[in-house]
C-alpha cells in the first residue's frame, strides 16, 4: 500500500515560516490533504486538494505538491499554530482507500 | 449548521462486541461519504474505512479488513462502526469524517473506546 513519511517534529519561531514536508512516490500525482490536530481536539482540514484553504481558514496556511514531496507551508507562525499535522492521500480512485502520514509535531519555541 | 455528532465513552471488556455510531445532520447525508479514522494517543491518525450511505458500500484498509464492520442507515442519517471481539489493543480515541475527493472536510467529536477486563 502507498506510503506517505513525516518529519516527527518541526520547530520554528513565532513570526517565522513552518514547511512540513510530506513525501510518497509520485506523490505530485494525487491530491494531497492536510490537518491539524491539537491535543484533545479533532482534527481539522486546513488544507485539501494540494493548496486550496477551507472557509475559516488563516491565508497563512498554504500548500504545494510537485514530484515527490508535498508540503504545508505556515507563515507568519503563531503559538496557536502549535500542533500535530498530517497528510493525507486517498490510495487509487477505484479503492478508494485513504492513507495518512505519520504526523509532525509543530513545536513554536 | 453541519455537524457530525458520535455516541457517548464506552469501556467494555475483551472478546465483546460494540456499535459506536456517528450522526450526521445540516446537509445531505446521503451525498457524502462518511470516514472512520482511529487515534491512538500519542501516536498518529489511522484511516480505517468508509461508506457511501447512497449505496451502501463500505471500503476497508487492509489493517482493519475482518476487524471491523462499518455501515449506514440513511433514512436515520446515522453511520456504525462495529467489533464482534474487542481486544485491549482496541483502545483508542475513534473519529468519524465526511468526505473523500475534497478531504475530510467535517469530523465527529469523537468517541472513546476503553477495552479492559
Known amino acids: 500500500s502507498y506510503v506517505l513519511t513525516q518529519p516527527p517534529s518541526v520547530s520554528v519561531a513565532p513570526g517565522k515560516t513552518a514547511r512540513i514536508s510530506c513525501a510518497g512516490d509520485n506523490i505530485g500525482t494525487r491530491g494531497v490533504h492536510w490537518y491539524q490536530q491539537k491535543p484533545g481536539q479533532a482534527p481539522i482540514l486546513v488544507i485539501y486538494y494540494d493548496t486550496d484553504r477551507p472557509s475559516g481558514i488563516p491565508e497563512r496556511f498554504s500548500g504545494s505538491n510537485s514530484g515527490n514531496t508535498a508540503t504545508l507551508t505556515i507563515g507568519r507562525v503563531e503559538a496557536g499554530d502549535e500542533a500535530d499535522y498530517y497528510c493525507q492521500v486517498w490510495d487509487s480512485p477505484s479503492d478508494r482507500l485513504g492513507v495518512f502520514g505519520g504526523g509532525t509535531k509543530l513545536t513554536v519555541l | 449548521e453541519v455537524q457530525l455528532v458520535q455516541s457517548g465513552a464506552e469501556v467494555i471488556r475483551p472478546g465483546e462486541s460494540l456499535r459506536i455510531s456517528c450522526k450526521g445532520s445540516?446537509?445531505?447525508?446521503?451525498?457524502?461519504?462518511i470516514n472512520w479514522v482511529r487515534h491512538v494517543p500519542g501516536k498518529g491518525l489511522e484511516w480505517m474505512g468508509s461508506?457511501?450511505?447512497?449505496?451502501?458500500?463500505?471500503r476497508y484498509s487492509p489493517s482493519f479488513q475482518g476487524r471491523v464492520s462499518i455501515s449506514s442507515d440513511k433514512s436515520i442519517t446515522t453511520a456504525y462502526l462495529q467489533w464482534s471481539n474487542l481486544k485491549a489493543s482496541d483502545t483508542a480515541i475513534y473519529y468519524c469524517?465526511?468526505?473523500?475527493?475534497?478531504?475530510?472536510?467535517?469530523w465527529g467529536q469523537g468517541t472513546t473506546v476503553t477495552v479492559s477486563s
Open positions: 469524517a465526511r468526505g473523500y475527493e475534497y478531504g475530510l472536510d467535517v
Open positions: 445540516g446537509y445531505r447525508f446521503s451525498s457524502y461519504n
Open positions: 461508506v457511501d450511505p447512497n449505496k451502501p458500500q463500505s
